[in-house]
């Protein structure tokens, strides 16, 4: 049964990157007042198959000057990563309990980097090393500040367990206490996942396509995939976190189509900073905000505890 689930989720969750993919470009379209793909299928819903045949039916060409192993072998690595931290997902049959969840998902989320840093060391190429280097400079800054935001929140529940989140909301939303939290939380993860405003490792103004420029068909798209189906957990922790985390009810799933939603709709409105005013967000405002939100935090529980026990 445990084997069945497992295989159940992780097909669902590549099916819904799929759509995710057929969502994004609908989104885009109609607000840059086009229509978007609606040839294949119905309403164009056939798309994402479509592409993904294409692109798996591609030729694979290896870069002359490459390193084979690691430019075969990292995309794989980065697709079991990125679907590995789904075992997180809580199950209504055959529920897996994760004490420890909060620990699992930093220590498997933060693995990404190797990954990126390999996939453009292994291509040879100068503007894959390039876009390498500045994704993995980006990641690490934010990832400080991710944690330091969970790790207020391990202080206010005194549980590592993302269950725990559905018990402690039941009667108001962490987001409504929170808010300023809530609104860095959003943009870190967004730069976290390496989406727009915050896509430097991508920057096809400049860098062509970043640190997977190297890639083409097949090996693009296993790259395409975990890096989707990140950003679809990262909206599901999210919804956990601050949304109210009833994972039991349909509106959960709406508020995390929500959160993707969101991805692209700031895709849509903003352009992309400058690579040292990102740097100097992270380190000049989320990460003192994380801080101070950190001993505010600890402060409410002395106050708590003071209250109640002394």
Known sequence: MFLLTSFILILMVLISVGFFTLLERKVLSYMQIRKGPNKVGFMGLLQPFSD???LFMKEQIFPLNSNYLFYFICPFLSLIQSLFIWALFPFYVNPIMFNYGFLMFLCVSSLGVYFLMLCGWS?????????????????????????????????LIESYNLLDF???????????????????WVSCCMAETNRS??????????????????????????????????IIFISLLTCVMFLGGNFFSFSFFLKLI?????????????????YDKLMYLAWKCYLPLSLNYLLFFILIKLIVFYHFFL
């Open 123 to 155: 291509s040879n190429g100068v503007y894959s090393m390039l876009g390498a280097i500045r994704s993995i400079s980006q990641t690490i800054s934010y990832e400080v500040s991710l944690s330091t935001f969970m790790l207020c929140f391990f202080l």
């Open 258 to 274: 929500f959160m993707c939603f969101l991805f692209i709709w700031v895709r849509c409105s903003f352009p992309r900073y400058r």
């Open 52 to 54: 993904g045949m294409k």
């Open 166 to 184: 559905y018990l402690y909301q039941s009667n108001c939303w962490f987001m409504f206490f929170s808010l300023p939290l809530f609104f860095c």
């Open 197 to 230: 405003p915050f896509d430097f490792s991508e920057g096809e103004s400049e860098l062509v396509s970043g640190f997977n420029v190297e890639y083409g068909g097949g090996f693009f798209s296993v790259l395409f995939i975990s890096e989707y189906s990140s």
